[in-house]
């Protein structure tokens, strides 16, 4: 009865044996059907651990599939460089603060796989390179996963003048993602919403957008089936508070279901809300 609340990286919830709700199904047909995604869902949704999966596939960790759907769908397991960009890190309190993190990524690619534009002032020449290079040094093309690429703007909300800083410093980065297609096996973007307006995404038009697609309506958060083979927590849980099962279940679909993220999909229960109300048994 390990409850993975906060826990965002998939290679220690499955070594240490974490409650693991197996979406590795649905991340096969997103590899399979495309190259290109975006993908905008609340916060404490999974969109961490999302990104965190697909980052050991990419690496070919096929013992941390083990007993996972995908484990009989996957024959290649084919080892692929993988940049993983989290944006969560900092407060953003200026376009410095968004630079050095950029920049401290920027040096960990170089050193991993050599680049002659490292000394380049400009990050999205640098993050080219580092493409690039990553492709030629291992003979394979590059994964790039962005973790809340929208944080640093919507930490800017109501400073109109940073957020335009911000705005045109990762429009430049994140169009790199076009430019480099021939060397990218797959990319994906994740955030909280879709910033559709405000030219970010108007270099990157090669991007899929998933956020409510009926066929990956369900890739982050816990559907009513999903919930339903977690029962014997669901039975201790109904124990603890000396009331029914199939009341417990009312009581959570009440609470924690609803989302919805495209047109008479079934309701979606968040997972982190989910996992306190087990744990806590309340």
């Known amino acids: 009865m390990k409850y993975p609340i906060g826990i965002q990286q998939f290679e220690k919830l499955r070594e240490d044996e974490w409650v693991y709700v197996d979406k590795t199904r649905q991340i096969y047909e997103l590899v399979q059907g495309g190259s290109c995604y975006f993908l905008s869902r609340p916060r404490r949704f999974g969109k961490s651990l999302l990104l965190s999966t697909l980052e050991a596939y990419f690496q070919g960790k096929k013992h941390l599939?083990?007993?996972?759907?995908?484990?009989?769908?996957?024959?290649?397991?084919?080892?692929?460089?993988?940049?993983?960009l989290d944006l969560n890190a900092e407060r953003y309190a200026s376009l410095d603060e968004l630079n050095n993190l950029l920049d401290t990524y920027l040096r960990k690619w170089e050193s991993m796989y050599g680049t002659a534009e490292s000394g380049n002032p400009s990050l999205s020449q640098r993050f080219m390179a580092v493409i690039h290079s990553a492709k030629l040094?291992?003979?394979?093309?590059?994964?790039v996963l962005v973790d809340e690429y929208d944080k640093p703007m919507l930490q800017a909300i109501g400073n109109e003048a940073l957020q335009t800083e911000f705005r045109n410093a990762l429009k430049a980065f994140y169009g790199v993602l076009k430019s480099a297609d021939g060397d990218l096996r797959f990319a994906m973007l994740t955030g909280v919403t879709r910033f559709s307006k405000v030219s970010v995404f108007s270099d990157l038009n090669n991007l899929e957008d998933i956020s409510l697609d009926k066929d990956y309506y369900d890739i982050c958060g816990i559907t009513e089936e999903e919930l339903r083979t977690l029962n014997p927590y669901v039975e201790r849980f109904a124990k603890a508070n000396g009331t029914s099962v199939e009341g417990v279940y009312a009581e959570l679909k009440k609470l924690y279901d609803g989302y919805h993220f495209t047109v008479n999909s079934p309701g979606i229960y968040n997972p982190y809300s989910l996992f306190n109300a087990f744990k806590k048994k309340e």
Not at 65 to 84: C, R
Not at 137 to 143: E, L
């Open 137 to 143: 040094k291992t003979g394979r093309n590059v994964v």
């Open 65 to 84: 599939f083990e007993g996972l759907a995908i484990e009989s769908l996957e024959k290649e397991w084919t080892v692929h460089p993988v940049l993983h």
